[in-house]
Nanobody, 125 residues
Framework: QVQLAESGGGLVQAGGSLRLSCVVS????????MSWFRRAPGKEREFVGG????????LCADSVKGRFTISRDHAKTTAYLQMNSLKPEDTAVYYC??????????????????WGQGTQVTVSS
């Protein structure tokens, strides 16, 4: 059974940092691109960033570029989202997702193979 388990969310003041983790089990982690999406209250789901399955190239949305970093640890089968300089508009539920052999050209497409349950991030002003 495939599981993607996010953790690390919480309440933080504007300007602060959080690191989200997504522990993956039940699949060959190295074959999957890993991405993060978020959904803020009353808004559509939004691509945040992702990292490819092989070389590990990463891509971030313009709204978080320079503040957020995507990484992955194959030994721990975990993907990370490091969030710095957080803003109130970053408040959302954050989801990790996995796509087999995903690359940069398909990373923004939300049709991923597997999704986590999400973790809440709240940034206070």
């Amino acid at each position: 059974q495939v599981q993607l388990a996010e953790s690390g969310g919480g309440l933080v003041q504007a300007g602060g940092s959080l690191r989200l983790s997504c522990v993956v089990s039940g699949l060959t982690f190295g074959n999957y691109a890993m991405s993060w999406f978020r959904r803020a209250p009353g808004k559509e789901r939004e691509f945040v960033g992702g990292i490819t399955w092989s070389v590990g190239n990463s891509l971030c949305a313009d709204s978080v570029k320079g503040r957020f970093t995507i990484s992955r640890d194959h030994a721990k089968t975990t993907a990370y989202l490091q969030m710095n300089s957080l803003k109130p508009e970053d408040t959302a539920v954050y989801y990790c997702a996995a796509r087999k052999f995903g690359n940069l050209s398909t990373m923004r497409d939300p049709r991923y193979d597997y999704w986590g349950q999400g973790t809440q991030v709240t940034v206070s002003s």
